[in-house]
T-cell receptor, first 113, second 112 residues
Framework: DAGVIQSPRHEVTEMGQEVTLRCKPI?????LFWYRQTMMRGLELLIY????????DSGMPEDRFSAKMPNASFSTLKIQPSEPRDSAVYFC???????????FGSGTRLTVV | GDSVTQMEGPVTLSEEAFLTINCTYT??????LFWYVQYPGEGLQLLLK?????DKGSNKGFEATYRKETTSFHLEKGSVQVSDSAVYFC???????????FGEGTQLTVNP
């Protein structure tokens, strides 16, 4: 099992550009979570899906952020337009029925200049 | 909703010292409890868990016991190593909330 796979590992972009982060969860897992981690705010839950359906997006900071899960093996988090304050490490995690703990990906380090 | 309070860091220890990182929680029911570890440049990894009162989770020399009476789940290790340097997160899960609630994390540095 390759675990949760995120791409890219690092992304540097200019303010105003669109950024798309990708995640492949573990096969068979029915929950998928997107987190953002910064020194100032720590670990923040942005949105999570159950069986590809968004359940709670109350953590999405603003309309510039959107997330999709078109099928059980793929999810994207998009920021358009990006701003310097979006610079952070973004983690994807998946779990089976939410009870046994999450498996996290290695994260995408986003820098917006 | 649930909340998790962790011992403030950073914590700095010498190799082979005893480690305790305190964690207390508030919850409406009887949550499952977890410790996650994040090594530099990596995502969080599940370290150990306990699902009911008096259960003891253990892994890699780390232990934590689910104490319902004190609503605590303190992480302990008898002899830390330099390789244990990482950030440690306590977390709770309640079915009603259907997601994990994480503490703020505690940075541990172990010096040789």
């Amino acid at each position: 099992d390759a675990g949760v796979i995120q791409s890219p590992r690092h992304e540097v972009t200019e303010m105003g550009q669109e950024v798309t982060l990708r995640c492949k969860p573990i096969s068979g897992h029915d929950y998928l979570f997107w987190y953002r981690q910064t020194m100032m705010r720590g670990l923040e839950l942005l949105i999570y899906f159950n069986n590809n359906v968004p359940i709670d997006d109350s953590g999405m900071p603003e309309d510039r952020f959107s997330a999709k899960m078109p099928n059980a093996s793929f999810s994207t988090l998009k920021i358009q337009p990006s701003e310097p304050r979006d610079s952070a490490v973004y983690f994807c995690a998946s779990s089976f029925s939410n009870y046994y703990g999450y498996t996290f990906g290695s994260g995408t380090r986003l820098t917006v200049v | 909703g649930d909340s998790v309070t962790q011992m403030e860091g950073p914590v700095t220890l010498s190799e082979e010292a005893f480690l305790t990182i305190n964690c207390t929680y508030t919850a409406t029911g009887y949550p499952s409890l977890f410790w996650y570890v994040q090594y530099p440049g990596e995502g969080l990894q599940l370290l150990l868990k306990a699902t009911k009162a008096d259960d003891k989770g253990s892994n890699k020399g780390f232990e934590a016991t689910y104490r319902k009476e004190t609503t605590s789940f303190h992480l302990e290790k008898g002899s830390v190593q330099v390789s244990d340097s990482a950030v440690y997160f306590c977390a709770t899960y309640e079915t009603s909330g259907s997601r994990l609630t994480f503490g703020e994390g505690t940075q541990l540095t172990v010096n040789p």
